[in-house]
T-cell receptor, first 116, second 118 residues
Framework: KAGVTQTPRYLIKTRGQQVTLSCSPISGHRSVSWYQQTPGQGLQFLFEYFSETQRNKGNFPGRFSGRQFSNSRSEMNVSTLELGDSALYLC???????????????FGPGTRLTVL | AQKITQTQPGMFVQEKEAVTLDCTYDTSDQSYGLFWYKQPSSGEMIFLIYQGSYDEQNATEGRYSLNFQKARKSANLVISASQLGDSAMYFCAMREVNPNFGNEKLTFGTGTRLTIIP
């Protein structure tokens, strides 16, 4: 079974631009979560999508948004890029079964975004 | 609020020795899950092992085992017979369980950089 895939793997943008990152979950997984990883802040939760609906959101400004399609693929968008948005963006998928702690999130390889 | 603490920023271990990576957590929830992930320099987070808060036995997965001490709120990862390929960042994470089926968020610690010496 194929793992979580993320495209593109690397991206260079300039301040003020916008960017869209894509994530394809493991087949059969219905939940997609996004995380930002930076040397200063570590790993921070951005948001989670399930059944095309945002279920949970981290403490990030409205410039960060996302969506999920009917095939569970997800995209996240960052508008008006700032230097501080340079980070590794990780996507994770899980089955999202009933309320249980056993659902494991499996991560993709990440998209490394550099903002100049 | 949930919090994960990893107090070892870096560790150096001789190849073939066992190593313990520390993780303590803080939560007011009764039901939660604890995870360990490995992150090589390539960046991908690799799932290693899981422990549920109600699990009575410590989890094991091959060379990985989790030393779960609920009363002390610790979930240390033990790697037996370390290999050069074990060199990576290791993250402890926690997921709370929302009985209303509302939370999938993982809270991560700051990580431990493990270096295996030949």
């Amino acid at each position: 079974k194929a793992g979580v895939t993320q495209t593109p793997r690397y991206l260079i943008k300039t301040r003020g631009q916008q960017v869209t990152l894509s994530c394809s979950p493991i087949s059969g997984h219905r939940s997609v979560s996004w995380y930002q990883q930076t040397p200063g802040q570590g790993l921070q939760f951005l948001f989670e999508y399930f059944s095309e609906t945002q279920r949970n959101k981290g403490n990030f400004p409205g410039r960060f948004s996302g969506r999920q399609f009917s095939n569970s693929r997800s995209e996240m968008n960052v508008s008006t890029l700032e230097l501080g948005d340079s980070a590794l963006y990780l996507c994770a998928s899980s089955l999202r079964t009933a309320a249980t702690s056993t659902d494991t999130q499996y991560f993709g390889p990440g998209t490394r975004l550099t903002v100049l | 609020a949930q919090k994960i603490t990893q107090t070892q920023p870096g560790m150096f271990v001789q190849e073939k020795e066992a190593v313990t990576l520390d993780c303590t957590y803080d939560t007011s929830d009764q039901s939660y899950g604890l995870f360990w992930y490995k992150q090589p320099s390539s960046g991908e987070m690799i799932f290693l092992i899981y422990q549920g808060s109600y699990d009575e036995q410590n989890a094991t997965e091959g060379r990985y085992s989790l030393n779960f001490q609920k009363a002390r709120k610790s979930a240390n990862l033990v790697i037996s017979a370390s290999q050069l390929g074990d060199s990576a960042m290791y993250f402890c994470a926690m997921r709370e369980v929302n009985p209303n089926f509302g939370n999938e968020k993982l809270t991560f610690g700051t990580g431990t950089r493990l270096t295996i010496i030949p």
